[in-house]
């Protein structure tokens, strides 16, 4: 994990994606934000580079990932079409190790 942040009152453990795949670190910018998601039943802020817009994806865009993929493949849960764009979609359940999920329940008690 790397740190944590204070929403409303709630202290909410952020993963580093790019860490957390194993990219190249960069420096955080006026881009980066931090999405604030549900994993498995705990709340997390996820580091990412960007946020361009939010779509809605019906299950009849949404096709599994190639066999050959960039990405750890057990972290990928599809890959979506949107237009002419291609959107990975990320299996959010599957971003914190085990040891990160024991440590998250039992900050939260």
């Known amino acids: ?4 942040i204070n929403l409303r009152g709630r202290i909410i453990p952020v ?3 790019r860490k957390r795949f194993q990219l190249d670190v960069t420096s955080y910018d006026e881009d980066t934000r ?3 998601v ?3 039943g705990q709340t997390v802020g996820i580091i990412v ?3 361009n ?6 299950a009849d865009c949404i096709e599994p990932p190639p066999p050959a993929f960039m990405l750890d493949a057990r972290y990928i849960d599809g890959v979506g079409k949107l237009e002419d ?3 990975i979609l990320l299996d959010i359940n599957k971003i914190l190790t085990a ?3 024991i440590a998250l329940r039992q900050m939260n008690g």
Request: proline share 0%; hydrophobic share 55%; no cysteine.
């Open 99 to 101: 040891q990160e999920e």
């Open 53 to 58: 817009e939010v779509v809605r994806l019906g």
């Open 34 to 36: 931090i999405i604030i």
């Open 85 to 87: 764009r291609l959107l």
């Open 15 to 17: 993963v580093d994606l």
């Open 1 to 4: 994990m790397e740190g944590i």
């Open 38 to 40: 549900e994993v498995n």
């Open 49 to 51: 580079d960007a946020v």
